[in-house]
């Protein structure tokens, strides 16, 4: 995702430095005009606005507050929008190091959209931050998605992506599951799908990413749930909205039982695949 988007930036006219720890991901960026860089100090310090999308909470940290963190680093009057999906309380403590150190201003703004979102710029960000620090990152979000929301302060962003995604996981094992038994007791699964998504179970996890292959074209599903949103991410994600539920003592019995299905996947060494190999999965269960 973060090489759609920063490919967006670059066709928008946007000065980007890029790093990543793939090389590959780098020289594609710098072949359509962007600048290499060889460490995450040298964009801190050169960066105007800093963003960051990283894979959990202990990555955040230790890019931002580790022994080689670039917090203290970070160019004057910058702006750092972290778009990573990490815990609230995460991005808050982050925020809170990077305020202390230099002073700049920081938003949380997790995405929402997939790939598909990431390359034609219409993802949705959840922006956690002050009104101020909003009204600077709006107008370069735009430039990679459709849908920029101040949520509240720094670390609604990450709240209204858990929540989100815990949703997202849970209608994806429901769709699944559904499909699976529709399947087993002798229903078309396309005639099946069409009529969840003109009926009541109309949901994105059935008319935009059906999980049962040959239903529709273009969708992990049709392509042996390569590509998407993996197994894994879904896992982590599910993860940090039951962190956060037993942070603020909110009961999540249907989030259990979905990471509970994605464990299972994982731990059966599906954790690379699109997450709604769910359907795989459960239509294999007896």
Known sequence: ?????????????????????????????????????????????????????????????????????????????????????????????????????????????????GVGGAEQGTLTFMVGGLDEAFARAQPILAD???????????????????CNNLVLGISMVGVSEAMALGIKAGMDPKKLAGIFNTSSARCWSSDTYNPCPGVMEGVPASRGYTGGFGVDLMKKDLGLALMSGDDVKAALPMGNLAHQVYSDIS???GGGKDFSYAFEHLKNVE
């Open 1 to 113: 995702m973060g090489r759609h988007m920063a490919s967006n930036l670059v066709n928008k006219g946007h000065e980007v430095m890029v790093y990543d720890l793939s090389h590959g991901a780098v020289q594609s960026l710098v072949d359509i005009g962007a600048t290499g860089a060889s460490t995450t100090q040298e964009v801190a310090q050169q960066a105007d606005v800093l963003i960051t999308m990283l894979p959990s909470s202990p990555h955040v940290q230790e890019v931002f507050a580790g022994p080689e963190g670039i917090a203290p680093l970070i160019k004057e009057g910058a702006l750092v929008i972290d778009s990573s999906t990490i815990d609230p309380t995460t991005s808050r403590q982050v925020a809170q190091v990077v305020e202390k150190q230099t002073g700049v201003q920081m938003v949380d703004a997790p995405v929402s959209g």
């Open 267 to 269: 731990a059966a060494g």
């Open 144 to 162: 990679m998605g459709k849908n920029i929301v101040h949520c509240g302060d720094i670390g609604t962003g990450q709240v209204a992506k858990v």
